[in-house]
């Protein structure tokens, strides 16, 4: 290599090896701007008067509409690039925070979670098979790893500006803009991961991508992740009003710092079982998603935040591990070519399980109040996680014991 050859490589060196931690920090960023809205459910319930219901249905059609980009479009990076379809997807989302500055009712709130969850959809599948193209084995990690972070410094972040700043159900937009715009600028400097390949439009026709090597596993993991993902849309949906409703306590950062738990005590578990098998961060995981969701319940028919913030910690760091053990078992079994395909499948059925019961739970909350629908909620959860240990002694789980 002669030396115009060593110098002309270098910045694209430097580009790739900062590359994971930009595509990390976008993926954090797009999960963040998922959860600011949760500590202001509460205002706008009081701005614009709307039940418990509707607040789970602005809640879930952001989901939803996640769901329609996975089946439509989750794959498309496999062909036009990552790049030109994480550019795409910051740019809606920047139409979305634009629908949230400008909300003056329900509807306004619907139309950008709606948009949002596009954008999110989009996104995601983008950026998980990037990171995997750069690294199979740390990518599932950050996989893993940064939308827990993002979604903890979304909720936490708003708390914080509800709490101690002016306009807020303004200035958070303000600053989420604000990143994205930067973060559309900064993608133009890393390179490119996978190259373009043929078949575009017939990708674009809704399909399940499960890989055939990767369904057993996957199957047998389902009642584990749907518990999963089911309590953490209890949470980034219904917690801060069940606060309220169940201890008296009204402070924005409360209601957010709780949610926060969750998904900080699930980063931090991600991190201290990387290195771990995927069976073992599971044997970690489901005990400790069990005991933190008794004494969640426990801590709220006690009116004592500090139990039920403990029990939230519990919860996150078995929700962190689980999430982990699951991405950890299928995400190697794919191919290059079918990562984002496969990544969209799992995102399908997480966001299903992340949207549909906490409109059930919007339901239960109006019909029988917040602690009996929590009741109920915590109670179907830990019938889920019983299934899946039930399924996973039987044997089902024999790919993860070599992963």
């Given at each position: 290599m002669t030396e115009l050859d060593s110098t002309a490589s270098a910045p694209i060196s430097a580009a790739r090896r900062l590359a994971p931690f930009y595509y990390a920090a976008t993926s954090a960023l797009f999960l963040a701007a998922s959860s600011v809205p949760t500590p202001l459910y509460r205002l706008y319930q009081q701005a614009f008067a709307f039940s418990p219901v509707l607040l789970t249905v602005i809640f879930a059609v952001y989901a939803f509409s996640l769901l329609a980009a996975l089946l439509i479009v989750g794959s498309i990076s496999d062909h036009l690039g990552r790049r030109?379809?994480?550019?795409?997807?910051?740019?809606?989302?920047?139409?979305?925070i634009a629908l949230f500055l400008m909300a003056r009712g329900a509807d306004w709130l619907i139309a950008a979670r709606t948009v949002q969850g596009f954008a999110t959809g989009t996104a995601v599948s983008s950026i998980g098979a990037a990171l995997v193209d750069l690294d199979p084995i740390r990518g599932s990690i950050t996989n893993s790893?940064?939308?827990?972070?993002?979604?903890?410094?979304?909720?936490?972040?708003?708390?914080?500006?509800?709490q101690f700043a002016p306009a807020p159900t303004a200035l958070v937009y303000v600053v989420t803009l604000a990143l994205l715009t930067l973060q559309a600028a900064l993608l133009w400097l890393v390179p490119e991961t996978t190259s373009r390949r043929a078949g575009l439009l017939?990708?674009?026709k809704p399909e399940i991508a499960v890989p055939q090597q990767a369904r057993r596993t996957l199957l047998a993991l389902t009642p584990i992740n749907i518990a999963v993902w089911a309590l953490a849309g209890f949470y980034l949906s219904l917690v801060p009003s069940l606060i309220g409703a169940t201890t008296?306590?009204?402070?924005?950062?409360?209601?957010?710092?709780?949610?926060?738990?969750?998904t900080i005590s699930g980063a931090a578990a991600v991190f201290l079982l990387r290195k771990r098998s995927a069976a073992t961060i599971m044997r970690f995981g489901i005990p400790s998603m069990t005991l933190g969701i008794l004494t969640v319940i426990a801590g709220m028919h006690a009116a004592e935040v500090p139990i039920l913030a403990l029990g939230t910690l519990i919860a996150g760091a078995g929700f962190g591990a689980a999430f982990l053990g699951t991405v950890r078992s299928i995400m190697p079994l794919a191919k290059p070519d079918e990562r984002a395909g496969l990544l969209s499948a799992f995102y399908i059925q997480s966001y299903l399980a992340f949207s549909v019961p906490?409109?059930?739970a919007g339901f239960l909350s109006k019909a029988l109040?917040?602690?009996?629908?929590?009741?109920?909620?915590?109670?179907?959860?830990?019938?889920?996680?019983?299934?899946?240990?039930?399924?996973?002694?039987a044997g089902q789980e024999k790919p993860l014991s070599n992963t």
């Open positions: 030109p379809v994480i550019f795409a997807s910051i740019l809606l989302n920047m139409v979305a790893l940064a939308p827990l972070a993002g979604m903890a410094i979304g909720a936490l972040g708003t708390s914080l500006l509800i017939a990708s674009l008296g306590s009204t402070a924005p950062l409360v209601g957010g710092s709780v949610v926060a738990a969750l906490a409109i059930l109040g917040f602690a009996e629908a929590a009741d109920i909620y915590a109670a179907a959860i830990l019938l889920l996680v019983g299934w899946g240990v039930v399924a996973l002694m």
